[in-house]
């Protein structure tokens, strides 16, 4: 459908035309010849004035050249060429001619103007008072609200159409000339549906929308299309300063939108706005306490009417409504101070286990003995998993290196295959192939472990992990959670025997 990006204001205030012409029939410029020989369509189609009018009729393919030129009787208030060349210019740029009107949305829009302009019954000049309604052919009322020598008519618009020549007699009714073409109601809801802006179109005419109209498009999911279609929708837009603080949040890889630029973080980005559309139009009106709504992304959100309109996401901060009910052609928009973020995108944003040692200085050791156990191990604990990983403390990897004498003064001195191999089987002694929060241990289990000997789980007065060594490690930190997994933070490296048959303990 052709966009029409008028108001519709402007369109009737175009349309206005200010001159109001004496109906007399002493006006011989004014006044076709009477041709009562000749039916509706016959004598306007003999009529270079009414070129327009014949050609609306032909191009509105609904029968009605055959319904005027039938016995009638009908009155026709017919625009000149002058008032259809008004409409066309108030219309704009897509609308050079009546041959424009050539989707079937267009067409039904010009059947529906033609029949405002007709009667079924013949109305002569001297029938006509102020105050008279007449219904026409598309079942809308047309109102005379002027009389004596001068008559004007008033449709649904703002503006009135003066008859300009009267009684102009047909063989089955009579036409008389106006100077605006009427336009019914469903005609202007039609061109103000079609003026209002779709739901991208609105972002983009609102400044502080720009970054959901950024993120839309570097998402690159066809989402500006979607959400210029048929609808109807909802969408909850984050304002530039939301997107400012998700980006905060985010860290240093991501200082504009611009960086979600890899196939992955593109579809991030499209989870992520995906939950703040709603394939149905919900006002704030229709919101109601505790309602969950599901999302185009699949999870729901919740709303909560506590002091305000809030809409409560995945994360522990919720976003308020700031600005509500901005009407689009395809739906609403509420205005929201917080980017939502459902719980898939939160598990996909959270740190892999090797992220989560890498980002917590105590556990910086760790992450290099990893490196120099040189076994993938860093590659395998980024994997998808999940894992459970007894993490021990900068202080136990230091206690370690202790016991273990003047030949290991830091990790690097691991250096030989040999050593490297030791090192690894200490490392996997500490992994595990599942996720095992707290609340998941008993006391006394027995949990295998990569390395392939088993720890102990002890309860007593604190979570413990006992290994092969007389000394139990405690786990400190708990339930570190990462996207593959979680991390127990404890205060003694672990052994198993393995290792400690090749250390000669």
Do not use: W
């Not at 349309?15 to 109001?20: G, K």
């Not at 929201?336 to 992220?355: G, H, R, Y």
């Amino acid at each position: 459908m052709k966009r029409i990006y008028l108001t519709t204001k402007i369109l009737f205030v175009a349309l206005v035309l200010s001159l109001t012409i004496s109906c007399s029939n002493d006006d011989d410029d004014a006044v076709m010849e009477q041709e009562t020989n000749l039916n509706i369509v016959v004598l306007a189609q003999g009529e270079s004035g009414l070129s327009n009018l014949v050609a609306a009729l032909q191009q509105a393919d609904a029968g009605l050249v055959e319904t005027l030129g039938g016995n009638g009787p009908f009155t026709v208030f017919a625009p000149s060429n002058d008032a259809f060349g008004d409409l066309l210019d108030a219309l704009g740029d897509n609308y050079n001619s009546l041959s424009d009107f050539d989707e079937e949305a267009e067409k039904n829009l010009l059947r529906d103007i033609l029949l405002y302009h007709v009667i079924t019954t013949q109305v002569m000049a001297a029938d006509l008072a102020e105050g008279n309604v007449a219904t026409a052919l598309n079942a809308n009322s047309i109102e005379v609200i002027a009389s004596g020598n001068t008559f004007v008519l008033g449709d649904a618009s703002d503006a009135n159409a003066n008859i300009t020549g009267a009684d102009i007699t047909a063989s089955n009714g009579v036409v008389h000339l106006i100077d605006k073409v009427l336009l019914p109601q469903s005609a202007i809801d039609f061109v103000t549906e079609l003026n209002t802006q779709n739901i991208p179109q609105l972002a983009t005419a609102t400044d502080d929308l720009s970054l959901l109209v950024d993120a839309l498009v570097q998402a690159d999911a066809d989402l500006v299309a979607t959400l210029s279609g048929d609808g109807p929708f909802t969408v909850f837009a984050p304002t530039n300063a939301a997107f400012a603080s998700l980006l905060d949040d985010l860290g240093d890889d991501y200082n504009s939108l611009a960086d979600f630029d890899t196939e992955d973080e593109k579809e991030l980005l499209a989870k992520i706005l995906t939950y703040h559309v709603v394939g149905a139009a919900a006002l704030s009106t229709d919101l109601s306490e505790g309602q969950e709504i599901a999302t185009v992304q699949g999870e729901n959100i919740v709303i909560s009417l506590d002091n305000g309109v809030f809409i409560n996401d995945a994360s522990d901060d919720n976003a308020q409504v700031i600005l509500a009910d901005q009407m689009a052609s395809n739906g609403v928009v509420h205005v929201i101070d917080k980017v939502l973020l459902p719980q898939e995108v939160l598990d996909a944003l959270k740190p892999n286990i090797v992220e989560l040692a890498q980002s917590v200085d105590d556990l910086s050791l760790l992450v290099d003995a990893l490196i120099q156990a040189d076994a993938d191990l860093v590659s395998t604990l980024s994997g998808d998993g999940p894992f459970t990983v007894f993490a021990p403390t900068n202080a136990a990897f230091a206690s370690l290196l202790d016991d273990l004498g003047d030949e290991y003064t830091s990790l690097a001195d691991f250096d030989t295959d040999a050593e490297k191999e030791l090192l690894a089987k200490i490392l996997t002694y500490h992994v595990v192939g599942a996720s095992a929060l707290s609340t998941d241990l008993s006391d006394g289990q027995e949990i295998a472990t990569v390395q392939g000997e088993n720890v102990v789980i002890n309860l007593h007065g604190g979570v413990f992990i006992d290994d092969a060594t007389d000394v139990n490690a405690e786990v400190i930190l708990a339930d570190q959670i990462a996207k593959n997994g979680v991390a127990q933070v404890i205060d003694k490296v672990l052994l198993p025997q393995e290792v400690l048959d090749l250390l000669g303990h």
